[in-house]
């Protein structure tokens, strides 16, 4: 028998248990065997943990889950709503970009929990396999824009700015070129960006640090 079946179309609510990530119930007599068969279809590279639990564990590791979410998102929003409450005074555009920078990383890491396909955009799965690219190029793109703020690179280092313009604007081109033709090819280059836009900023922080 089929115990879970869905696709790129199937909202949050198709699965039979209320649950961020994958779960399907089934029932097994003492002493019964079976054959557990599992397919699925991802757009990017992607790595899947599986258990077997007991409804009581399974209630456990739930509960576990839920307080780690709940003390990070509640310390993220508390973040976001600080800095929100210092652009609104200060009007400084660090803050915006800091802001942007906190809200794409709280999108990106409860998609990755399932969190945001079940409370954001629960009908709309077809965004959901997207989500990913533009939560993660948003992270990279804020910080971008969050280094060339806090640092001054346009008044103290103009080179250094033009390389973090350069960074930022190739995610944007690299996003705008294959979200839609090649997502897979996107998510690859992503994980390069990531790298490059690590060292780029980390540079960043270190040229200023050095000649200030």
């Known amino acids: 028998s089929t115990l879970l079946d869905l696709h790129r179309s199937s909202p949050f609510s198709a699965r039979p248990v209320n649950y961020p990530q994958m779960v399907a119930p089934f029932v097994l007599t003492p002493g019964e065997t079976a054959t557990l068969v599992i397919g699925y279809y991802s757009q990017g590279s992607s790595r899947q943990s599986m258990s077997v639990e007991t409804p009581e564990s399974f209630a456990r590791l ?10 990070f998102y509640g310390m993220m ?3 976001f709503a600080l800095v929100g409450a210092a652009l609104i005074v200060l009007r400084q555009t660090v803050f915006a970009a800091f802001a ?3 809200l794409s990383m709280l999108t990106y890491v409860s998609h990755s929990d399932g969190v945001a396909f079940q409370y954001v955009w629960s009908n709309y799965p077809r965004f959901n396999s997207t989500a990913a690219i533009l939560a993660g190029s948003s992270v990279l793109v804020f910080g971008g824009l969050f280094a060339m703020a806090i640092l001054q690179t346009s008044r103290f280092h103009p080179f250094m700015h033009r390389v973090l313009i350069a960074v930022v604007c190739s995610i944007l081109l690299i996003d705008t070129v294959l979200l ?3 997502p897979q090819l996107l998510n690859r280059l992503l994980t390069i960006m990531l790298s490059v836009c690590t060292l780029t900023y980390l540079i960043a922080g270190l040229v200023a640090a050095r000649t200030r």
Request: no cysteine; charged share 5%.
């Open 77 to 79: 929003l508390v973040m």
């Open 62 to 71: 739930a509960s576990v889950s839920q307080a780690k979410n709940f003390a």
């Open 180 to 182: 839609t033709t090649n």
């Open 100 to 102: 942007g920078y906190i």
